[in-house]
């Protein structure tokens, strides 16, 4: 299965999903599924700005001894963003509207992320 | 209500709650409830250093356009955080258990957030 039709599933199976994304710490993205447009925002420029804060979290959580980073969460007004780490240098990272189905979206990053980890 | 009570009745209310705390973005603690220890771990220094995070991820969000932030979550391997904006200055943290009633949390600190603002 090819990383875009992961991508793909996870946003078919989640009521709000605007956009899933493969994407380095260092904010190079590897592959994205565009499912819907957010009025007035650029998701691709939002995912390349958030990947300093995805990273900022990783390495917090490594200087904390609390463990290796599984999951960020931002809710915004406008949007919600879960990013999941799938290996060190990698996130997948979803999209959704505020009133998305966040749940949903933790979960299928969960089943997910091993699945691309193997594929990298 | 003090602000200390306010902590105390989240972590109460919370299965897995190790820490509840009102702090500044610039990461000074203003008041904090420690309801258990989390073995190994320096509970106030990790707030003080998830700070920084909590300012990126506001700041982050209104770079954006994707209007103010509401709540931040961090899930590690230990420990789950959850911080909720209560006013463009403050946050509420809780830390709990990755066991922990995370759900609970977020509903505690939405309904919360309104009451300690008032009171800022």
Do not use: W
């Amino acid at each position: 299965m090819s990383f875009r039709e992961h991508l793909q599933d996870i946003c078919q199976g989640i009521d709000g999903a605007l956009a899933c994304s493969l994407m380095g710490v260092d904010g190079i993205e590897v592959d994205t599924h565009l499912a819907a447009k957010a009025e007035g925002l650029d998701l691709r420029s939002l995912l390349v700005e958030y990947s300093d804060l995805f990273r900022s979290a990783r390495d917090s959580a490594a200087g904390q001894q609390t463990g290796e980073m599984a999951e960020l969460a931002l809710h915004t007004e406008k949007l919600v963003t879960v990013a999941r780490l799938v290996s060190p240098d990698y996130f997948i990272v979803v999209v959704l509207t505020p009133g998305g189905n966040y749940g949903k979206a933790r979960y299928l990053l969960r089943i997910t992320a091993p699945k691309v980890r193997s594929e990298l």
